[in-house]
């Protein structure tokens, strides 16, 4: 039997767990949730509200206010081996690699933070994640010349987390990086690849690597999950008011892809199955994968004892001005052109090529109702399956 869980159950659960039992009552948490933003926000907030590309109706307040759920702004990172002491082997991180450093931010982490401003070697980056939406996403936070910081606003837009920078206050839109209200309002931020896997796949494939620190500086649960239950496929996304796609459930998670205006999803469902989908978005090809080896972060109370929903990587199929062509066997994707194996984060692991990366691509693992919301025009990938 499917466990279904109400809007309001949640929103209750997740505010006692953060803030205490005084903060609220049961009676009054749902209509705490309807009010507009103009009606609550107003006095918390700088932001220049007169500057906007939505209609300020379509911001929702989502329970915690302004900074109610902390960001990390000092993040401190620890060896694997000393993360593997309080972190399960398939349990999920975010793994992001830049200027040829690779770190991991464990989602029994960001449940509870959303938001990491981060710095690798010369690299502002602020990784995010939004348990609503299950979007893992990293942009680079120097805008035009600017160093931003990102903090997490309390509100929501279409059930996905609307950040603000500290500087200006500007209210911006996590899935699409794009400033929503303020004075940076239409400016968008630059995104970096960034991948959902198990901690196991990033600790093979960094053994050097760093994993975020549960030293974050705030008494937290890490490692049980607040929303319990809530990414069943059969379920309803939480304080969702934008249009529903019925082309997929909306809690069926995709491996979403927007190249150059021309977006594109791959439901797990397919992914899950077929484990390699070579493909093209307009003249872009690309190969998705998806292996086994990393829980759900919304799924069971202790993300550690969570299903196995995959993990995936999208890559540009081509080494050495080759393109290859791919195959998955036992756990590893083999090119037909060298026999070589390559992992899930696009490295050739052994055979004719290892020690080569593919070069990422970027995309998300998000639930359906998300993506399709904030991208309609999205085309669906289907096949059929025997």
């Known amino acids: 039997m499917t466990k279904t869980i109400s809007n309001s159950h949640i929103i209750f659960t997740l505010l006692i767990t953060l803030f205490g039992s005084a903060c609220l009552s049961a009676q009054t948490a749902p209509q705490q949730q309807l009010e507009t933003t103009k009606d609550r926000m107003r006095a918390n907030w700088r932001t220049n509200l007169e500057k906007r590309i939505v209609p300020l109706e379509e911001i929702i307040a989502g329970g915690p206010p302004k900074d109610g759920i902390p960001a990390i702004n000092s993040p401190r990172f620890v060896a694997p081996l000393e993360a593997a002491e309080w972190l399960g082997g398939n349990e999920p991180v975010i793994s992001l690699t830049l200027k040829g450093e690779s770190r991991a931010y464990p989602l029994q982490i960001l449940m509870w933070h959303e938001i990491v401003n981060d710095q690798i070697q010369d690299q502002l980056v602020t990784v995010t994640f939004c348990p609503l939406c299950n979007t893992a996403i990293a942009f680079d936070r120097r805008l035009d010349g600017r160093a931003l910081d990102f903090g997490v606003s309390g509100m929501l837009r279409h059930s996905d987390m609307v950040m603000y920078d500290r500087q200006t206050e500007s209210w911006w839109q996590q899935i699409s990086g794009e400033a929503l209200v303020g004075d940076l309002a239409g400016k968008i931020l630059r995104q970096f690849p960034a991948q959902i896997i198990g901690f196991d796949q990033f600790r093979r494939a960094f053994p050097k690597g760093k994993v975020l620190s549960r030293e974050t500086g705030f008494s937290r649960d890490y490692g049980r999950n607040p929303y319990t239950g809530y990414d069943s496929i059969d379920g309803k996304p939480f304080l969702f008011k934008g249009k529903t796609d019925t082309r997929l459930k909306p809690m069926e998670r995709v491996v979403a892809i927007d190249l150059n205006g021309t977006a594109k999803a791959y439901p797990h469902s397919v992914t899950s199955r077929l484990r390699v989908i070579p493909d093209s978005i307009g003249e872009t090809d690309l190969v998705v994968f998806h292996a086994e080896g990393a829980q759900s972060a919304l799924d069971r109370s202790r993300i550690a004892e969570s299903k196995d929903v995959g993990a995936t990587g999208v890559f540009r199929p081509v080494h050495g001005g080759k393109r290859l062509t791919f195959s998955y066997k ?57």
């Open 330 to 386: 036992n756990g590893d994707f083999i090119d037909k052109e060298t026999g070589s194996q390559w992992n899930i984060l696009g490295q050739a692991v052994s055979g004719k090529l290892k020690g080569a990366q593919l070069e990422r691509v970027v995309h998300s693992d998000i639930f359906a109702f998300a993506w399709l919301v904030f991208k309609p025009k999205t085309a669906i990938y289907r096949t059929e399956i025997k």
